[in-house]
């Protein structure tokens, strides 16, 4: 029962504010230039389904790729720092740079080193530069927050330190990994977005182009409709990993265990 209220509640929300979004709209007549009515936009979104899915394919497809790069970098980082004490005492000032350095900055230099002709390239790594912190910051905590009585009790069983790190560490670290794993998710939709935004030469067929297409041609209708389509794909992504959270989680973590509860 408590699940089913968990959805009715946000549905109801959302038919009540599009209902009223509706009314307003239509109401005030405000131009569908300046405020479409969610009518207009399911309209917008009938007249170009075949465009727009193209390009949350295209846009869908770069983010998967920068968030799986990211998150291949951010643990081989994060197994490197937590391994050396110098390396990160060396590096991860270097981390924090990239991190607090906007997208926005760095990406038309991406763009121009490697070229328009690897545009797809481009955008992956730019994707991937926006997501790849929190998984290193996240994953390095885990690895030190391991129990440090199991790392003695392994010491004292003559355990080597990649045994450690196999056997004590990754698994302590792997909440945390999975919470950054969802910020990142999240923050690989927006480098995604934000990359092919400074592309901006139609190059890239991803769903920001088709805003900024739509907002050129007065289409804001439309412009609602990829907006909408963003959302959607940045909620399901945010579901699809609490969901992998919840699956490796469940046996024996404890936030798991009073979620079931």
């Known amino acids: ?37 969610p009518s207009d936009i399911a309209g917008a979104f009938a007249d170009n389904f075949s465009s727009l899915m193209g390009s949350l394919l295209v846009t869908l497809r770069v983010t998967v790729e920068a968030f799986i790069a990211a998150l291949i970098a951010g643990v081989a980082v994060a197994i490197l720092f937590s391994q050396s004490r110098l390396f990160e005492r060396t590096l991860y000032p270097y981390a924090v740079i990239l991190q607090v350095t906007p997208v926005v900055a760095i990406a038309p230099l ?82 995604a977005v934000v990359a092919e935004f400074v592309a901006g030469s139609g190059t ?10 739509a907002g050129n ?20 992504i945010f579901a699809a990993l609490s969901g992998l959270e919840y699956f490796l989680l469940r046996r024996w973590h404890e936030s798991a265990l009073k979620h079931q509860s």
Do not use: C
Not at 160 to 186: C, E, F, H
Not at 217 to 236: D, E, K, N
């Open 1 to 37: 029962m408590k699940k089913i209220f968990d959805i009715l509640f946000p549905l109801i929300v959302a038919i009540l504010l599009l209902g009223f979004w509706q009314w307003r709209v239509r109401h005030d007549a405000i131009p569908v230039y300046v405020l479409p009515a």
């Open 110 to 191: 991406i763009l121009i080193w490697v070229g328009f002709e690897h545009i797809n390239t481009a955008l992956v790594l730019i994707a991937a530069l926006v997501a790849f912190f929190p998984i290193l910051s996240n994953t390095i905590l885990g690895l030190k927050s391991a129990d440090f009585n199991l790392v003695d009790l392994a010491r004292l069983y003559n355990a080597s330190r990649g045994q450690i790190l196999w056997r004590v560490q990754l698994p302590s670290a792997l909440p945390y990994l999975l919470t950054g794993m969802k910020i990142a998710g999240g923050l690989a939709l927006i480098g």
């Open 217 to 236: 041609r007065l289409q804001i209708a439309t412009m609602f409709a990829a907006l909408a389509l963003l959302a959607a794909l940045g909620v399901a």
């Open 204 to 213: 890239a067929t991803g769903l920001a182009w088709r805003i900024i297409e």
